[in-house]
């Protein structure tokens, strides 16, 4: 009896991508919070994920922070972590991503694309 093969779910894909992206972080930024230096706690985009599809998984538009500096940054909107964040990693560094923000970005979400940001990301991760 022939198995069907199973279709390929592009939420596995993109989850899958999304926690070796946090990695990838994690091993270029290192473990401490960009902002205070407390131990980092979580992996943040410093363009939303949402709103630039192009910079989700990559890797220069994360950013370690600590629970209580991601808290002030998302909850209370305090401007300095932005700031102290521009400050860490340098204008050279935002003016880069920011051009990369604002390039046009026509195909995403497809499992080619899914599949080929998991490789250069796993490649990231194994150098």
Not at 81 to 94: D, F, H
Not at 100 to 117: L, N, R
């Amino acid at each position: 009896m022939k198995r069907k093969k199973l279709p390929i779910n592009k939420k596995h894909l993109r989850d899958h991508a999304d926690q070796l992206w946090k990695y990838a972080c994690i091993q270029k930024w290192g473990q401490n919070c960009n902002v205070c230096n407390a131990p980092g706690s979580d992996v943040h985009h410093f363009f939303t994920r949402h709103s630039f599809a192009r910079l989700r998984h990559e890797i220069a538009n994360g950013i370690i922070l600590c629970r209580a500096c991601h808290i002030k940054h998302h909850w209370r909107g305090d401007p300095t972590i932005q700031q102290a964040i521009i400050q860490s990693r340098g204008m050279k560094w935002y003016r880069k991503l920011e051009k990369m923000a604002k390039e046009k970005f026509i195909s995403f979400q497809t499992v080619k694309w899914y599949k080929d940001i998991i490789a250069e990301l796993t490649k990231f991760i194994q150098s």
